[in-house]
Each structure stands twice: as structure tokens, then as C-alpha cells.
């Protein structure tokens, strides 16, 4: 079966500029969560949806969100960009929230120029 | 504040030199614990989920195991193409459910 499918692979924005990715899930998986991965940081989790509903939030400013759609695919928004939003954004799909087996997509590299 | 760590950063090992990877970590009660390898590049691969201490789990020369405040890889007379970045996450049993990640294993097998 198909996996978790991010797009696009690479992006380079400007500082100020916002920016959206998109991430489709497994077939039939509900949850999508969402990270952020650095060199300095690691992966950082950003927020998860379930069933249209964000259900958790990480400690990432506002300018940071997200939405789920009823076909479980999911959108992240990241205004007001900054250097340091440079990474790559990773979204994991899983059958439910309890994530007992979250499968990742390939990411989005962002450069934010 | 759930905490992961794992050692060694990095890792260099002689095709067939068997080796460990240690995930330590601290939660508030444990729902899981997670082993991915990381290509550069690339997302996470997932491949064990391991629940309860004392739990095994094997794929080809991988062996993940559990106890109550640590989690080991083991890798098994290695090859090269599993040269990769190793995760450990856990995620806990009370509040959300987001996985919180150690910063990696980084292992290279030389041929």
C-alpha cells in the first residue's frame, strides 16, 4: 500500500513569506502528527490531528498551525517566516492516536532564505 | 518533561563487529517505546515497538529490547547498507500522545 506522502520535497522562501505543506496519509490511518526535525534540535513535535481535530499542540509559537481534512489529509501553515524555521517537516500517519506504529512520510525541506 | 537519551552519538563499526545502541529514558508511565533508522534525507523508517519490560523483538540482524529505564539495539555481524541515523522515542500513557525523540545513533559499517 501506498505510504505517508508529503508535499513538496524542497521549498526556499523568504523571510516574512508564509509557507503550506501538505501531507496525505496511509489509507484508512486518522491521526496525522507533524515535526520538525533540526540538526541542533532533533525532531520536535509540532501538533497532531485526529478525526479533523487538533488534539495536541507542541511548544511552537502560533505562527505554526495546521488542519485536517476529512479524507485525513493534513496541511501545515507557517507565517511569518523566519532563518530559523529552516528544517525538514516531517508528518507521521497512524491508524490512531495512541501512534502504536506511526509511519513517516519522506518530509519537506524548507530553506528560508 | 519526558527525556530520551541515547549513546553513543556515533558509532563506527567493521562489517560483521556486532555492536549495542542504549536508549535511556525518563516518563510518567511508559505506553511505548520506538526504534526508527533514519537515511540521510529521508524520513524516519519505523521498526519496533516494543511495550513492556522485559520485551524482544527481532527483524533480519536487528534485536530491539526493554527494561524498565532503558531500551538496547543490538545489530548483529552488520553490513554496510545499515549504516543509518538509529531513533529510540517513547511516548507516555497519560496526556497527549506525541513521541518524544532521542537526538540518535549515528552508525557507520565499514565493508
Same mark, same amino acid.
Not at chain 1, 507533524?34 to 502560533?62: A, V
Not at chain 2, 541515547?6 to 555492536?19: D, K, Y
Given at each position: ?13 523568504? %523571510? ?6 501538505? @501531507? ?42 495546521? %488542519?485536517?481534512?476529512?479524507?485525513? %489529509? ?6 511569518? =517566516?523566519? =532563518? ?6 516531517? @508528518?507521521?500517519?497512524? =491508524? ?13 525541506? =524548507?530553506?528560508?532564505? | ?16 563487529? &556486532?555492536?549495542?545502541?542504549?536508549? &535511556? ?45 532503558? &531500551? ?27 513521541? &518524544? ?11
Amino acid at each position: 500500500k501506498a505510504g505517508v506522502t508529503q508535499t513538496p520535497r524542497y521549498l526556499i522562501k523568504t %523571510r516574512g513569506q508564509q509557507v503550506t505543506l501538505s @501531507c496525505s496519509p496511509i489509507s484508512g490511518h486518522r491521526s496525522v502528527s507533524w515535526y520538525q526535525q533540526t540538526p541542533g534540535q532533533g525532531l520536535q513535535f509540532l501538533f497532531e490531528y485526529f478525526s479533523e481535530t487538533q488534539r495536541n499542540k507542541g511548544n511552537f509559537p502560533g505562527r505554526f498551525s495546521g %488542519r485536517q481534512f476529512s479524507n485525513s %489529509r493534513s496541511e501545515m501553515n507557517v507565517s511569518t =517566516l523566519e =532563518l530559523g524555521d529552516s528544517a525538514l517537516y516531517l @508528518c507521521a500517519s497512524s =491508524l490512531w492516536q495512541t501512534n502504536t506504529e506511526a509511519f513517516f512520510g519522506q518530509g519537506t525541506r =524548507l530553506t528560508v532564505v | 518533561e519526558d527525556q530520551v537519551t541515547q549513546s553513543p552519538e556515533a558509532l563506527r563499526l567493521q562489517e560483521g563487529e &556486532s555492536s549495542s545502541l542504549n536508549c &535511556s529514558y525518563t516518563v510518567s508511565g511508559l505506553r511505548g517505546l520506538f526504534w526508527y533508522r533514519q537515511d540521510p534525507g529521508k524520513g524516519p523508517e519505523f521498526l519496533f515497538t516494543l511495550y513492556s519490560a522485559g520485551e524482544e523483538k527481532e527483524k533480519e540482524r536487528l534485536k530491539a529490547t526493554l527494561t524498565k529505564k532503558e &531500551s538496547f539495539l543490538h545489530i548483529t555481524a552488520p553490513k554496510p547498507e545499515d549504516s543509518a541515523t538509529y531513533l529510540c522515542a517513547v511516548q507516555a500513557l497519560w496526556g497527549d500522545y506525541k513521541l &518524544s525523540f532521542g537526538a540518535g545513533t549515528t552508525v557507520t559499517v565499514r565493508a
